[in-house]
């Protein structure tokens, strides 16, 4: 090696830290715009920011299975709004999965409704995938409803008390469940966590998806 050939990899070292560099910078850069853009819309609609999540929710997050799945599990742009009984929540949440060359990073944004009006079973909803269906051939659990073809095509329901969850899930309330795209539920009695299937939404459509997670809060808020 001529006294030159010590150049190239210092030159391949800087340019991959370069590389590096812009890409951690333009994370940095689009996570502050849109925790200022968060700040801006959530404010506005009269929600609390909180630095973290809050500690009275420890026991619904410890039952969910979304927020025990996988490792390095985080909440940011965590809001928070009380309005008479109702505690209304939402976060972004990121979590990781996998290993080396199979490691993935999901991220969603969150929102949770906590209220005594939600007298529901235990139950979770998500897209049915080619996967779930071939789960159902080796005998996985999905609750369908004949009378509701349209959500027991697009959802897997799940749960521990099939004859309760069906008297609880109404048909206005499979009605208004099918005419959502990508949605995942989990129900607790007292609470309700929404969110679309591993997408974060932007601050800008924060009115349009909160109205459609409130109707379905209020829906099974109803007595039946």
Request: glycine fraction near 8%.
């Amino acid at each position: 090696m001529n006294d030159s050939g010590w150049l190239i990899p210092v030159v391949v070292l800087s340019g991959i830290g370069l590389v590096l560099g812009l890409i951690v910078w333009i994370s940095f850069h689009f996570d502050k715009k849109r925790r200022l853009q968060w700040l801006e819309v959530a404010t506005s609609l009269g929600f609390e920011n909180l630095s973290v999540y809050p500690d009275d929710l420890d026991g619904i997050v410890g039952s969910s299975r979304l927020m025990t799945t996988g490792r390095q599990r985080a909440w940011t742009n965590v809001f928070r709004r009380q309005v008479e009984s109702l505690g209304v929540t939402f976060c972004d949440y990121r979590y990781t999965v996998g290993h080396g060359k199979n490691t993935k990073n999901w991220q969603q944004t969150v929102i949770l409704f906590c209220s005594p009006a939600i007298n529901a079973p235990r139950f979770e909803i998500k897209p049915e995938g080619w996967f779930n269906k071939l789960g159902e051939m080796l005998g996985a659990q999905d609750i369908d409803f004949p009378e509701s073809p349209e959500f027991s095509k697009k959802y897997v329901l799940t749960g521990d008390n099939e004859e309760a969850i069906r008297q609880f899930l109404r048909p206005d309330i499979l009605q208004l469940l099918s005419e959502l795209q990508n949605l995942c539920l989990e129900v607790r009695p007292g609470s309700l966590m929404f969110w679309f299937d591993r997408r974060r939404i932007s601050p800008t459509e924060f009115n349009a998806v909160f109205e459609q997670a409130f109707s379905v809060c209020s829906a099974m808020s109803q007595p039946a």
